[in-house]
């Protein structure tokens, strides 16, 4: 039975430790499905920002490709205009008197002899002029000395005197560069993630934003009239101030402003290229995300006559349309920073890198949490939830296999006290049935002259015929209170009655052991009782005393009662050895006998004093044991009064 008990035991431990392993991984699992949903939400987050930038940039560069070329020149005349050159209506451009029309900044428009013109040109109209912006001259001789020194200087080794197609050929470098890269090779400064916190679920992906190229854009060609053209170019060219040719050939707009002697058609057609970005280094590149200027430039053709139209890119402008569109779109508990180039470290935590490429150059966003550590915590939670759980599962089953293994012990003891049990059984019916037997035969061949011994025999019979009686009665009586077969018979009487008789039938009994009983009943009043349980009671009490008081120097056994208004007390006194405390609870189990059936010098079958506490507490009683004086011990048995 062990070896099942071990083997079953094993089996659930193992089973047990497979459960904990199994629901430590799926935590584990658990935290990379959280981590992997929340990177989903930062890529969905960086998805709709760039969608939100690409709108506004296609948008920004829809209206500058539509942008008519005349609004980068001071004046410019309506095409609804008609009359002489002289009559027609000069009006200032609509991009006069600011330098930041949305990202675009600065607008200008270079003629191929290096001539500048912008529609800020009639500085002191703009100084008189109300709503224009502030130290706006300043601006504008600023933005013309940038062009100037920056941008003329790429552009001049392709023009000698007019544009060439290969300027669109590479929107990285600077025609006049040599293959030079626009953007510099500081791997620092470019697609930047935060340093300093770093998270260990930092993730990035880069995000096209190619609003800025010039991919599907087509030329736009329209017609003009001439007497326009031609009253436009005059206009803006005595309203200019007047500078010498950077590079190239020497001319003026006067002279290209003479109308031609030769006949020429009423229109003319303007061929209007797309804008294409190209990235000047800055002699500061930190102050940049690109790592320098950005100009987006147009090439005009105008019959034989070409120049080119732009602006600089509005790079602070744009940065806060990044952060227009992340405010607008990160969820909650969520965060963002811009990585700027002059940014050595972050103060957020970043989770997510979205690189939006422009093509020309990168602009790292940082998806940050607000609570970096929120999943961790949500893992410690459900990992506490688990252990506790699983200790409280390892404690029910460490209890349940402590408490099988107690049953087993249990059952095995008790299958030792009913093999004991039929033993003693089987002795005690074979004694007093040898004794009947035989002195029954004796009896029947008249082997017994003497009338004296045939009275002893006959005597000794019925003593062994109640002795048989008794022992049968008492495994009648266990095995109906087992089955819960047992019942009582209460009827009202006088307990001293009962126990008087039961006295002088087992004075006999005592005497031929060489025990004398005594009496010593109390006053009682008449109770409910069952009169065979009390009986039974008294008999098994006397009988025990019997048993293990046969080596006492004193051979008496009290037989007392006593009453208050609570219980009828019974108390059996004898002078043997006493009984131990440690086995004063023991003595009243099922079968249980104080040595081992082999070696034991005691009848009994284990059942006498079980009986006796099963009866007292049928009667709402109880049995306890206590010290007799000077050796010995008292059965004390309380039965409720019951009137």
Same mark, same amino acid.
């Given at each position: 039975?062990?070896?099942?008990?071990?083997?079953?035991?094993?089996?659930?431990?193992?089973?047990?430790?497979?459960?904990?392993?199994?629901?430590?991984?799926?935590?584990?699992?658990?935290?990379?499905?959280?981590?992997?949903?929340?990177?989903?939400?930062?890529?969905?987050?960086?998805?709709?920002?760039?969608?939100?930038?690409?709108? !506004?940039?296609?948008?920004?560069?829809?209206?500058?490709?539509?942008?008519?070329?005349?609004?980068? /020149?001071?004046?410019?005349?309506?095409?609804?205009?008609?009359?002489?050159?002289?009559?027609?209506?000069?009006l200032p451009s609509p991009l006069g008197g600011r330098l930041e029309n949305d990202l675009a900044y600065g607008n200008f428009q270079i003629e191929p002899d290096g001539n500048i013109i912008t529609p800020n040109d009639?500085?002191?109209?703009?100084?008189?002029?109300?709503?224009?912006?502030?130290?706006?001259?300043?601006?504008?001789?600023?933005?013309?000395?940038?062009?100037?020194?920056?941008?003329?200087?790429?552009?001049?080794?392709?023009?000698?005197?007019?544009?060439?197609?290969?300027?669109?050929?590479?929107?990285?470098?600077?025609?006049?560069?040599?293959?030079?890269?626009?953007?510099?090779?500081?791997?620092?400064?470019?697609?930047?993630?935060?340093?300093?916190?770093?998270?260990?679920?930092?993730?990035?992906?880069?995000?096209?934003?190619?609003?800025?190229?010039? /991919?599907?854009?087509?030329?736009?060609?329209?017609?003009?009239?001439?007497?326009?053209? =031609?009253?436009?170019?005059?206009?803006?060219?005595?309203?200019?101030?007047?500078?010498?040719?950077?590079?190239?050939?020497?001319?003026?707009? $006067?002279?290209?402003?003479?109308?031609?002697?030769?006949?020429?058609?009423?229109?003319?057609?303007?061929?209007?290229?797309?804008?294409?970005?190209?990235?000047?280094?800055?002699?500061?590149?930190?102050?940049?995300?690109?790592?320098?200027?950005?100009?987006?430039?147009?090439?005009?053709?105008?019959?034989?006559? /070409?120049?080119?139209?732009?602006?600089?890119? !509005?790079?602070?402008?744009?940065?806060?349309?990044?952060?227009?569109?992340?405010?607008?779109?990160?969820?909650? #508990?969520?965060?963002?920073?811009?990585?700027?180039?002059?940014?050595? &470290?972050?103060?957020?935590?970043?989770?997510?890198?979205?690189?939006? $490429?422009?093509?020309?150059?990168?602009?790292?966003?940082?998806?940050? =949490?607000?609570?970096?550590?929120?999943?961790?915590?949500?893992?410690?939670?459900?990992?506490?939830?688990?252990?506790?759980?699983?200790?409280?599962?390892?404690?029910?089953?460490?209890?349940?296999?402590?408490?099988?293994?107690?049953?087993?012990?249990?059952?095995?003891?008790?299958?030792? %006290?009913?093999?004991?049990?039929?033993?003693?059984?089987?002795?005690?019916?074979?004694?007093?049935?040898?004794?009947?037997?035989?002195?029954?035969?004796?009896? =029947? %061949?008249?082997?017994?002259?003497?009338?004296?011994?045939?009275?002893? &025999? &006959?005597?000794?019979?019925?003593?062994?015929?109640?002795?048989?009686?008794?022992?049968?009665?008492?495994?009648?009586? *266990?095995?109906?209170?087992?089955?819960?077969?047992?019942?009582?018979?209460?009827?009202?009487?006088?307990?001293?009655?009962?126990?008087?008789? +039961?006295?002088?039938?087992?004075?006999?009994?005592?005497?031929? %052991?060489?025990?004398?009983?005594?009496?010593?009943?109390?006053?009682?009043?008449?109770?409910?009782?069952?009169?065979?349980?009390?009986?039974?009671?008294? +008999?098994?009490?006397?009988?025990?005393?019997?048993?293990?008081?046969?080596?006492?120097?004193? %051979?008496?056994?009290?037989?007392?009662?006593? #009453?208050?208004?609570?219980?009828?007390?019974?108390?059996?006194?004898?002078?043997?050895?006493?009984?131990?405390?440690?086995?004063?609870?023991?003595? *009243?189990?099922?079968?249980?006998?104080?040595?081992?059936?082999?070696?034991?010098?005691?009848?009994?079958?284990?059942?006498?004093?079980?009986?006796?506490?099963?009866?007292?507490?049928?009667?709402?009683? *109880?049995?306890?044991?206590?010290?007799?004086?000077?050796?010995?011990?008292?059965?004390?048995?309380?039965?409720?009064?019951?009137?």
């Open positions: 039975m062990y070896r099942r008990l071990i083997i079953l035991s094993v089996i659930i431990l193992a089973a047990l430790a497979g459960l904990v392993w199994v629901g430590y991984r799926s935590l584990d699992i658990q935290a990379e499905g959280m981590e992997g949903k929340r990177l989903g939400e930062f890529a969905a987050v960086a998805e709709q920002i760039r969608q939100d930038v690409k709108r !506004n940039l296609d948008e920004f560069m829809q209206r500058e490709h539509n942008r008519p070329y005349t609004d980068y /020149q001071n004046f410019y005349v309506p095409d609804s205009a008609s009359g002489d050159q002289q009559q027609m209506p000069v009639d500085l002191i109209r703009l100084q008189e002029q109300s709503g224009a912006e502030d130290d706006l001259p300043a601006k504008v001789i600023s933005n013309r000395a940038n062009i100037k020194d920056n941008l003329w200087p790429a552009l001049s080794g392709r023009i000698p005197g007019s544009f060439t197609v290969d300027f669109y050929s590479d929107t990285r470098t600077a025609p006049g560069a040599q293959n030079q890269p626009a953007l510099p090779t500081d791997p620092n400064r470019q697609g930047k993630i935060a340093k300093g916190k770093t998270s260990q679920r930092q993730m990035g992906q880069n995000y096209p934003i190619q609003s800025l190229q010039s /991919q599907g854009q087509e030329a736009q060609i329209i017609e003009q009239r001439r007497s326009v053209f =031609e009253r436009n170019t005059i206009s803006n060219a005595l309203a200019r101030p007047q500078q010498a040719p950077a590079r190239g050939r020497a001319g003026t707009y $006067d002279q290209q402003a003479q109308p031609s002697q030769v006949t020429q058609a009423e229109t003319v057609q303007v061929r209007i290229e797309p804008f294409v970005p190209l990235v000047i280094p800055d002699p500061d590149p930190v102050r940049s995300i690109f790592g320098g200027q950005v100009f987006l430039l147009r090439q005009v053709q105008i019959e034989n006559r /070409q120049f080119l139209q732009g602006f600089r890119l !509005n790079e602070e402008k744009l940065i806060e349309e990044v952060k227009e569109s992340a405010e607008k779109f990160i969820r909650k #508990g969520m965060t963002f920073e811009l990585a700027q180039p002059q940014d050595d &470290y972050s103060d957020i935590d970043v989770a997510y890198a979205a690189v939006l $490429d422009f093509g020309f150059g990168d602009l790292t966003l940082n998806l940050g =949490e607000i609570d970096p550590y929120w999943i961790s915590r949500e893992i410690r939670k459900l990992r506490y939830w688990y252990f506790s759980i699983i200790s409280v599962v390892l404690l029910a089953v460490m209890l349940g296999l402590a408490s099988l293994w107690r049953n087993a012990g249990a059952q095995l003891r008790l299958a030792q %006290k009913k093999d004991d049990f039929i033993s003693a059984v089987s002795h005690e019916l074979r004694t007093p049935l040898t004794s009947i037997r035989m002195y029954s035969e004796m009896l =029947e %061949k008249n082997w017994v002259k003497s009338p004296d011994k045939v009275s002893e &025999y &006959y005597r000794n019979m019925r003593q062994e015929s109640e002795r048989l009686s008794r022992l049968i009665e008492n495994v009648l009586d *266990f095995s109906r209170i087992q089955r819960g077969r047992k019942q009582y018979a209460f009827n009202a009487g006088d307990v001293n009655t009962c126990v008087a008789d +039961v006295v002088e039938m087992m004075r006999p009994y005592a005497a031929q %052991k060489g025990f004398s009983i005594e009496t010593e009943l109390g006053r009682l009043d008449q109770s409910t009782f069952d009169g065979d349980a009390v009986t039974q009671i008294v +008999v098994n009490l006397l009988d025990n005393a019997i048993k293990y008081a046969g080596d006492a120097e004193d %051979k008496t056994i009290v037989v007392r009662t006593a #009453g208050d208004n609570d219980f009828t007390l019974i108390e059996v006194e004898d002078h043997g050895p006493g009984v131990p405390n440690r086995q004063r609870k023991k003595i *009243f189990e099922q079968f249980y006998r104080s040595a081992a059936e082999s070696t034991r010098e005691t009848n009994g079958t284990g059942l006498g004093l079980t009986l006796v506490k099963k009866f007292a507490e049928a009667h709402g009683g *109880f049995v306890e044991i206590a010290n007799a004086r000077p050796t010995g011990a008292i059965f004390r048995v309380a039965l409720a009064t019951q009137a």
